[in-house]
């Protein structure tokens, strides 16, 4: 069997039940999974170009509200070779009943979507989030989820800083065979730095039993009832990622990681390790550089006009910065405009934003200052 083959057995699910508000003014009004990253992607990209680069091409998207951009940027997947008479992407919409947003693997979800499930072809099953940034190869896993006969696989990274000031996270324990030993939603003291990447790996048939056993206890966490109370009746290993992870939970985490891009090292494993990150194409023209520009150490996207200074930033596609105008570690997405003699440092500035002529925004190297979408200044 070539390598890669049987992928054709796994599927995966992409859980986009976030909690309200995760990043703020840049997820008001729209999922975390659409956020811009990097200067012309989004992160959901990230997700979806590990699986198709690992063989996969049966994904379903759960989503719930705010998915009107995810949809307008994904479209039926193309750009990802999604766009396919068999399998497939699969947008798996809200149900009539709401349930509050606070719990990401919220058994409920996969329990109005068995339908979908159970249709698929696959035996096997990766449910992910789209907050853990990385460039991964899922075969690695698969091959070892195999070897360890495990029942369930859980992906975790160690690291050297946990911002605890982010969403809800989980902390594992694992002995010297990665058997996973103990489980922790957000412990007040912290005595692991192994901290799960809110990915996991079983059979579609367990997958179901656990929604099916839950349900009958009414139970519905996936991580808490599922996972954490079944440690001693399951085979539950943890995999260790060894590579580059952006966990971005906060509008901190996002700031940090984007400005992380402007390291080669990073930015080449990213978005080459494991093969490349797709996004959707847009045909623009290559960027102008005026005369009077300066730019450095920044990434620049196409269809710009530079007539400015620019350092230590990231400059999403379409953006005009004009003429004596200056740009330091900030993100600019899409189709802003920083107008002459404007100044700004520490900033995040969400789409359309304009900002006059003259005017001097300087935010927090720790805290950045974010300006929502479409506001003038």
């Known amino acids: 069997m070539k390598r890669g083959e049987h992928m054709k057995d796994v599927m995966a699910m992409v859980n986009l039940m976030e909690p309200e508000g995760i990043l703020k003014e840049i997820s008001h009004h729209r999922l975390v999974a659409a956020v811009p990253f990097g200067g012309r992607y989004r992160m959901i990209d990230f997700v979806l170009s590990n699986m198709v680069n690992s063989g996969i091409r049966n994904v379903g998207i759960i989503v719930q509200n705010k998915y009107r951009s995810l949809i307008d940027h ?9 766009d396919r008479k068999r399998d497939g992407l699969f947008f798996l919409p809200p149900t009539q009943m709401r349930y509050p947003l606070g719990t990401r693997f919220d058994l409920r979800h996969f329990q109005h979507h068995l339908d979908y499930i159970n249709n698929s072809r696959q035996n096997y099953i990766i449910i992910t989030g789209s907050n853990m940034i990385c460039n991964l190869d899922y075969r690695d896993v698969i091959n070892f989820h195999r070897e360890q006969r495990a029942d369930i696989t859980l992906l975790y990274k160690e690291m050297d800083v946990i911002n605890e000031e982010s969403s809800p996270y989980a902390v594992i324990e694992t002995d010297q065979d990665y058997r996973v030993l103990d489980m922790e939603i957000s412990p007040d003291k912290i005595s692991s730095n192994k901290i799960s990447m809110e990915m996991c790996i079983m059979e579609k048939s367990l997958l179901i039993d656990l929604i099916n056993c839950c349900a009958s206890k009414g139970e519905c966490d996936l991580v808490r009832h599922g996972l954490i109370k079944n440690l001693n009746r399951y085979r539950i290993v943890g995999y260790p990622f060894k590579g580059y992870l952006a966990r971005i939970s906060s509008t901190r985490d996002y700031y940090t990681h984007s400005m992380n891009l402007l390291e080669p090292e990073i930015w080449q494993e990213l978005f080459f390790k494991h093969g490349y990150i797709y996004t959707k194409v ?7 550089y005026l005369e ?16 400015g200074t620019v350092e230590n930033s990231i400059i999403f596609r379409g953006v005009r910065i004009s003429k004596g105008a200056h740009i330091k570690n900030s993100i600019v997405m899409q189709k802003c405009e920083i107008e002459e003699g404007a100044v700004i440092e520490n900033i995040i500035t969400d789409k359309k934003v304009i900002i006059s002529k003259g005017k001097k925004l300087i935010g927090d190297s720790k805290y950045p200052f974010v300006i929502a979408k479409e506001t003038v200044i």
């Open 74 to 82: 994904l479209g039926r997947g193309k750009e990802w070779d999604l």
């Open 292 to 307: 009077s520009s300066c730019v450095q150490n920044s990434i620049v996207a196409n269809d710009c006009i530079i007539g």
């Open 282 to 288: 847009k045909d623009g023209a290559p960027t102008k």
